[in-house]
């Protein structure tokens, strides 16, 4: 399969101190990549840099073929996002806030699209203005948002916080659709560790801004390894106990 995403020696410094190391990574086109690590650790920053909210220092990240730096507006006009929590107009419904997405992403987004991306997120009331969203709700209107223009990849960072049992594992359902379905590939950060065993294909993970390890999960079941017992081997010591 085609690379969607092709970083190859990323750093990038903030105020001298090296944030990323030496980053290269690969996602395959329809893949679901589980980048994981501790608070701190880069998965934040990195995702970031993917989304030109901040510069690299050295390196290079392909999107879609193309140089980011050189092709940014034509590349991002195909990536959906969350990063970090969503921010939103808080005297606006959800619908309100689609409808303001499409128009400034310059898409033809219809009420339709809008009503069905809701729904697919488990948003139907239409009515209620997001400054009384539960935090659940508020990562279910992110989602439809990153979703709504339909993008080739999804960068989602901590989707699920503040869902509960029965939300997360609708997001999970959803993402997999998307994914296996539709050829969406999804770059997802988590902490919840049995959910990323769930759905990813690939993970990655970071420590101190370095990837450490990049893995398929086929081959970690092949040999009868958990995630969290292949995640916290990298952070723990051998005279530590799990």
């Given amino acids: 399969m085609e690379n969607i995403v092709e970083i190859k020696e990323l750093f990038k410094t903030i105020d001298k101190e090296e944030i990323l190391s030496d980053i290269n990574l690969q996602i395959a086109e ?26 690299i220092t050295s390196g ?14 034509e590349i991002l006009s195909q990536v959906g996002s969350i ?3 969503p921010i939103f107009y ?12 499409a128009q400034y992403m310059g898409k033809n987004i219809t009420e339709l699209d809008i009503i069905n991306t809701l729904r697919m997120v488990g948003l139907k009331n239409t009515t ?24 080739r990849l999804l960068i989602l960072d901590e989707p699920i916080n503040g869902l ?7 997001i999970r359902n959803l993402l997999q659709l998307l994914s296996k379905e539709h050829g969406i590939t999804i770059l997802i950060s988590s902490h919840i560790l049995s959910e990323i065993s769930q759905i990813a294909d690939k993970i990655g993970v970071i420590k101190n801004g370095s990837m450490i390890q990049q893995v398929y999960m086929e081959e970690l079941m092949k040999e009868n390894i958990d995630l969290e017992e292949f995640f916290m081997s990298h952070f723990l010591s051998k005279n530590q106990e799990l």
Avoid: W
Avoid at 46 to 53: A, P, Q, V, W
Avoid at 164 to 170: F, K, S
């Fill in 128 to 151: 209620k203005k997001v400054k009384e969203f539960s935090l659940g709700m508020r990562q279910r209107l992110g989602l439809a948002r990153a979703f709504l223009t339909k993008p």
């Fill in 60 to 73: 290079s990240i392909e999107i879609f073929g193309k140089n980011l730096q050189e092709h940014r507006e």
């Fill in 30 to 55: 329809g893949e679901i990549y589980g980048l994981l690590g501790p608070n701190g650790a880069g998965k934040t920053t990195l995702m970031k840099c993917m989304l030109s909210l901040l510069t």
């Fill in 83 to 85: 990063i970090e929590t």
């Fill in 164 to 170: 509960d049992p029965v939300g997360i594992q609708e």
């Fill in 90 to 101: 808080e005297n606006c419904t959800a619908k309100e806030i689609l409808e303001i997405h």
